[in-house]
């Protein structure tokens, strides 16, 4: 039962910070293809990670330069989706939580679990804005 609750305390971060729920493979491909930029955050019921990139997550979603789309998948919970979205992150291990950013259907940019865990939110945004004023603007 608590296991249930993390998670579903998880999910409902995302879903209240506007990100979409990728729960098939067909929605990855579907959104990881489109012409666009895109946002991907691999969420994790990891605490301290998670902790740090749920938050992260929320934040990008009012920086001045945006992506077309906002999108997560579920490690552990949604494996299909999740294997999905990590077969688009040619030459990264499976890591989360991560982020990946993507434009046209093409990796620009990865921020993996050890970027992430044991940093300050706020060096995760930073890295996450850098990455949408190089890429996305």
Avoid: W
């Avoid at 293809?33 to 990139?53: F, P, Q, R, W």
């Avoid at 040619?90 to 046209?104: M, N, Q």
């Avoid at 050890?114 to 300050?120: F, N, Q």
């Amino acid at each position: 039962m608590f296991m249930n609750d993390v998670v579903q305390a998880a999910r409902t971060d995302m879903d209240q910070a506007g990100y979409e729920q990728l729960t098939t493979p067909e929605e990855v491909d579907q959104a990881l293809t489109d012409k666009g930029s895109v946002l991907v955050m691999v969420n994790s019921v990891c605490g301290c990670a998670g902790g740090i990139a749920r938050p992260s997550a929320a934040y990008m979603k009012n920086f001045d330069v945006k992506a077309d789309r906002y999108v997560t998948v579920f490690a552990g919970q949604d494996k299909e989706a999740t294997e999905k979205a990590r077969s688009y992150f040619t030459g990264y291990p499976p890591s989360s939580p991560s982020f990946a950013l993507l434009k046209d259907g093409e990796l620009k940019m990865m921020i993996e679990r050890h970027e992430i865990e044991g940093h300050e939110p706020i060096q995760v945004v930073q890295k996450l804005e850098e990455g949408f004023e190089t890429h996305f603007k």
